[in-house]
């Protein structure tokens, strides 16, 4: 029997995956794991005001690929999730991210992969999404089959990026 992987196998090995076997597609009980994953998110206040509008038709991912900056992996991934805050407070764009990045560990224990979308006009997004007037697009995501995963990348030293007690 398979161990499941730890939680710092999962870390070391994500990586953002701009290369997708094209359009293969996710169970029904990958996508509930993935999706439970982001459910048991911490989010302010435990109040959990985000949804997420899951895009498994290729059509509809070819005409986000424009919406995308034109980033084309987005037409060949098996689902395209676009994270949506449901209330204006404080900590909603936060707790958005928190929730996907629960998707991107558990899709890495599951031999997926994701991309996070940075680059993408969020109005043209929530047109093709229908996306209501009073939620906010904060951020989406690419999941799906690996074609091909990169090498790991360089990362800083610890001592350039921590700085104990203040400045």
Known sequence: MV????????????RSIRKYIKNKKLTESQI??????????PSSSNRQDWEMVLVEEPAVK?????ACDKQTFVGDCSMFIA?????EHEWS????????????????????GT??????????ISRILNIPKNKELVICMT???????????TRKDLTQLIIR???
């Not at 764009?93 to 997926?112: F, N």
Request: aromatic share 6%; with cysteine; charged share 25%.
């Open 3 to 14: 161990q499941p992987m730890g939680i710092s196998d999962c870390i070391e090995r994500r």
């Open 32 to 41: 509930v794991s993935l999706l439970d994953a982001a459910r048991l998110a």
């Open 62 to 66: 070819e005409e986000l690929i424009e």
């Open 83 to 87: 994270g949506i805050s449901t209330a």
């Open 93 to 112: 764009e936060t707790d958005v991210a928190i929730a996907l990045e629960h998707i991107a560990l558990k899709a890495v224990q599951m031999d997926l």
């Open 115 to 124: 991309c996070w979308i940075g680059a993408f006009d969020k109005d043209e």
């Open 143 to 153: 999941l799906g089959f690996p074609e091909k995963t990169p090498s790991p990348t």
């Open 165 to 167: 007690n203040g400045y």
